[in-house]
């Protein structure tokens, strides 16, 4: 194999790699937002109401189960909120007031709701509906979750030329392994890698090839940070270590700009780690050519 430059090798590197459905799992979305509608609907009958307070007492005692679908009216997943002010601190649970020993009084709900602004949202007709609202606030809280979304985004195309290279799942490779299951399935002394049994390492993929066993790390990163500088530097330390282990090869697929405000460092792990490989790699076939 020819001796790449790292230079041109990190300007190959991408911008980014986000599909079409990386920004709102819009499924999710709607399936959270059909779980609460009946209860959403009910307190519908609070927009524009002249007596809020009397209206959403008279709500919860008939209807106790539209407290579960308060939290979410301010962006809160928690079932459970705290508030404090000169009047004192509470504890607010948000199930069935009903069924619940010690949930607060009805009153203290109503003093929730005003407080928060909940009332004055609703009164005031400031919003039409509550179930497009909540889709709103459903939508801008699944926005959290594209960091999770990213982090899978390069196993998925990692995966992609994995099977792109004829390799089978469970059966030439296998995904999340860890270094006691690596050692139970082909007896490979990992101990050099595992702090001689006492750190539990967890590899992204494994590939099984005739010639040995390879220990796949994938990652992306869009932006800078200390994170980038960690990984590099653990992923040297693993590319030293795991060296002159017999029928055991490392190999890490990284890629994205973020790496530019960390480039010292994913140079030095890359003198010293044979087996690091980027986007633009896969797309020339490297799979073909490490793992025979």
């Not at 405000?261 to 044979?274: G, I, K, P, Q, Y």
């Amino acid at each position: 194999m020819v001796k790449r430059k790292f230079d041109e090798w990190l300007n190959s590197f991408r911008e980014s790699i986000a599909t079409y459905d990386y920004y709102v799992n819009y499924d999710k979305v709607y399936h959270n937002v059909d779980t609460i509608k009946i209860e959403l609907n009910i307190l519908n009958s609070l927009i524009g109401s002249k007596c809020i307070e009397k209206d959403f007492l008279h709500i919860i005692k008939k209807y106790p189960e539209v407290l579960k679908c308060i939290p979410i009216l301010l962006a809160v997943r928690d079932k459970e909120i705290f508030c404090q002010d000169e009047n004192g601190s509470f504890l607010y649970r948000f199930t069935s007031y009903r069924n619940a020993k010690d949930i607060l009084s009805a009153d203290q709900y109503a003093y929730f709701m005003q407080k928060t602004g909940l009332f004055e949202l609703l009164s005031k007709r400031i919003i039409g509906n509550l179930l497009d609202y909540v889709t709103g606030v459903e939508t801008g809280l699944d926005s959290n979750g594209r960091k999770n979304r990213g982090g899978h985004l390069m196993e998925n195309l990692v995966e992609k030329y994995i099977q792109k290279a004829g390799f089978k799942l469970n059966s030439t490779y296998f995904k999340e392994m860890y270094i006691h299951e690596i050692t139970q399935k082909w007896g490979l002394d990992l101990s050099a890698i595992s702090n001689q049994g006492k750190t539990e390492k967890r590899f992204d993929y494994v590939v099984r090839t005739e010639n040995g066993v390879y220990g796949i790390e994938t990652n992306f990163y869009t932006g800078g940070g200390s994170k980038l500088n960690e990984t590099a530097r653990s992923y040297k330390t693993l590319a030293l270590e795991s060296k002159d282990i017999d029928g055991f090869t490392f190999v890490w697929f990284t890629d994205g700009k973020g790496w530019n405000s960390a480039r010292h460092n994913l140079e030095e792990t890359f003198d010293v780690l044979d087996h690091v490989y980027n986007i633009k790699d896969m797309e020339d076939g490297i799979m073909a050519e490490i793992f025979r």
